[in-house]
């Protein structure tokens, strides 16, 4: 978001749609909860962008609005109240889409979240959180890849869960290594998922001291 906020230049709107391409789910989710339809949901979030993308909602997105994700769904609600305001005159399917979002996955997603107790709210802050989890390790297996270490990364990511890791004997196994190897090699992955999954909150907040607490609240989603 520090790139994204400030004056709407090109490189601050690229910025802010980037961060929006990464994160569109959660609020879709969020449309979803609030009792539209998938259809609904679908043209609501991809107006909602539009608007954000003009050069007066980027210029909103200044340092004194706090983290993204707060931004992002003030800005949504604020959007919905319009929304039912301006509803009868609405027609479906026009402009042009902002950006490329695969709705499928979206709804798919949805389909399976728990739904007992789970405000909208809620299921935008732990959709939010599986998100940016998802993207981490996204990253990490394009890292793996390229290295050549494909392999290495499907067995090694499972000792990111410790509650349903392999024994390391078990893995060096699969992985004809020494158990030592193993057990330093996923050492090596978890030190890379923190400082991954650490830069990829910092982009989302605009004060760094707020990294930390994100995190948690972030971590608590995921719990939920």
Request: aromatic fraction near 8%.
């Amino acid at each position: 978001m520090l790139a994204a906020g400030g004056q709407a230049t090109a490189r601050s709107r690229q910025a802010l749609a980037t961060l929006c391409e990464g994160y569109w789910q959660p609020l879709y989710a969020y449309v979803r909860r609030r009792g539209f339809t998938a259809d609904e949901a679908q043209d609501l979030t991809q107006d909602f962008f539009a608007a954000l993308l003009e050069k007066d909602a980027v210029q909103r997105a200044d340092p004194q609005r706090g983290r993204f994700r707060s931004f992002l769904l003030g800005s949504l609600n604020h959007f919905l109240a319009n929304h039912r305001r301006r509803r009868r005159a609405l027609k479906r399917g026009g402009g042009a889409a902002p950006l490329s979002l695969d709705f499928a996955a979206g709804e798919r997603r949805i389909q399976i979240e728990p739904m007992h107790e789970l405000t909208a709210e809620r299921l935008y802050d732990r959709r939010w959180a599986l998100t940016l989890l998802e993207r981490v390790l996204d990253g990490l297996r394009a890292e793996y890849h390229a290295a050549g270490t494909a392999a290495l990364f499907d067995e090694l990511k499972r000792h990111l869960d410790a509650s349903e890791a392999p024994t390391y004997d078990d893995s060096a196994v699969r992985l004809q290594m020494k158990p030592g190897a193993v057990k330093v090699a996923a050492h090596r992955l978890r030190r890379r998922f923190r400082d991954r999954l650490r830069a990829e909150v910092a982009q989302t907040v605009d004060d760094p001291s707020e990294i930390e607490d994100e995190l948690r609240a972030l971590l608590r989603a995921v719990a939920l």
